[in-house]
């Protein structure tokens, strides 16, 4: 049986989804998606776990300094951050371990392909028509390695709202 549950998480992972390729292909994140992320975010958890709604904003709080703090003092890119704030929205106190985990797990998959990708390419050389992040010296599109720990930290949380839509596809 769908419920509302499901139908917010099939709209996370679709918006995630979404912000993904659009940095992935632009090096660029909106502002307009990724405050309409969490504001769906804000929307969901106000009408599954109204209680819960302080401490996701206080999460979210936290990884949007922490993600400034980055911009500010490194390459971290500003959209990334806001991403991430608007992912932990969603995830809550509940995500941040499964979050942090599979993003390590995810930039190293990146990373790897990246530089196999160059490598090929480099090889390659009468090819112009390549995508952007396998160009020698392009930035690392960090949206590649958040959203799919983002999809994945919140198949794990046991005590979140989104436990329930699990079900839907065989996992408990």
């Keep these: 049986m769908i419920t509302l549950a499901t139908i917010f998480w099939l709209i996370f992972v679709v918006c995630v989804t979404g912000i993904t390729f659009i ?15 969490a504001l769906i975010g804000c929307f969901a958890i106000l009408l599954l776990s109204p ?25 971290f890119g500003a959209g990334d951050a806001k991403f991430i704030a608007a992912v932990m929205l969603w995830l809550g106190a509940g995500g941040v371990i499964p979050f942090l985990f599979w993003f390590g797990v995810s930039c190293a998959l990146l990373v790897i392909a990246l530089v196999i990708g160059r490598r090929l390419h480099s090889i390659e050389k009468g090819s112009k028509n390549i995508w952007r992040p396998l160009q020698k ?3 690392v599109p960090l949206a590649l390695a958040i959203g799919p720990a983002a999809i994945l930290a919140s198949m794990q949380l046991e005590n979140g709202f989104w436990r329930e839509p699990l079900t839907l596809f065989g996992w408990s």
């Design 51 to 75: 209680s819960a709604i302080g401490g996701h904003l206080i999460i979210a709080g936290i990884a949007l300094a922490t993600g400034y703090a980055l911009y500010q003092f490194t390459g």
């Design 137 to 139: 010296g392009a930035p």
């Design 23 to 37: 940095d992935a292909n632009s090096y660029r994140i909106p502002n307009i998606y990724v405050g309409a992320l």
